[in-house]
């Protein structure tokens, strides 16, 4: 079964016995409830994921006596629980990127005076790893921890840039999701977009994945191909030119000496 949120193709462990068995399903429930927040009924779950119900409800009490997943006051509804956040902290707060970009992330928030974003590609989404809000009172707010289809954002295209084209076309459907009307639907005019943001060095998404809001991302060259990105968003009311090559200038800045704090990595 494929991930509940799009992960990367061919990363489920092999379940050749019954240990291992269990142990996907755990991840690939706890994955369910990571993408579908909210709460959810034992048959919504069932019918999400496809396990048989007498095998799924004894995980699901499985997890939420060990506090992984919890349960409202009826006892039949299932959402992701407090240890989850708990390990999601734990990754974040251990990861060295992270550690070394908060400096370069203050510095490119003050110098842009806008919403900055550092995040990781995991498959064809990417994830928020970091995040410095807007100076402003009309900013756009994205939480750390949530995941965004690469395609529709400036962070994800930085990141396919550093792939080739077979690659990229290895990784995404010929049709991409649409998120607003906008959005790059389908691959090979992505592909020709990915072209163009490896000759100029950094990716645009003009209201692609949220009207009225446009970002800026360049990718951090400490591995190839990259991994992390650094974005900044700007809502287009507020997008004259002027600031827009203040924004690319800081960016590129910021991409540079992100590139000396990680060189050990």
């Known amino acids: 079964m494929p991930s509940a949120h799009g992960g990367a193709p061919g ?28 709460m959810h009924t034992l048959a919504a779950v069932q019918e999400a994921v496809g396990y048989p119900k007498s095998s799924l409800y004894m995980l699901l009490r499985t997890l939420v006596e060990l506090g992984w997943i919890e349960t409202d006051a009826t006892g039949t509804r299932y959402g992701i629980g407090v240890r989850a956040l708990l390990v999601g902290t734990s990754y974040i707060d251990g990861d060295e990127v992270v550690a070394a970009a908060r400096p370069t992330l203050d510095r490119l928030s003050d110098d842009t005076t806008e919403t900055i974003h550092l995040a990781r590609l995991d498959g064809t989404n990417v994830v928020y790893l970091a ?9 756009p707010f994205t939480r750390v921890g949530r995941r965004l289809p690469a395609h529709s954002t400036s962070l994800g295209k930085a990141l396919l840039a550093t792939y080739d084209d077979d690659q990229v076309r290895a990784m995404l459907p010929e049709t991409l999701a649409p998120l607003t009307e906008h959005t790059i639907t389908d ?7 990915l072209h163009q ?21 360049v990718a951090i060259p400490y591995r190839t191909p990259a991994r992390d990105a650094i974005s900044c968003s700007v809502p287009v009311a507020r997008l004259t030119p002027a600031h827009e ?10 991409r540079d000496r ?5 060189r050990h990595l």
């Open 11 to 38: 990363r489920k462990p092999e379940a050749g016995g019954a240990q291992v068995k269990s142990a996907v399903r755990t991840v690939e429930l706890l994955e369910f409830f990571a993408g579908q927040p909210g």
């Open 131 to 139: 995040t410095r809000q807007s100076q402003h009172y009309l900013r």
């Open 187 to 193: 691959r090979d005019k992505l592909i020709g977009e």
């Open 197 to 217: 943001i490896r000759e100029q060095g950094y990716a645009v998404d003009r209201e692609e994945n949220t009207l009225g809001l446009s970002c800026f991302g």
């Open 245 to 254: 090559q203040t924004i690319k200038d800081a960016l590129f800045d910021a």
């Open 258 to 262: 992100l590139a000396l704090a990680t």
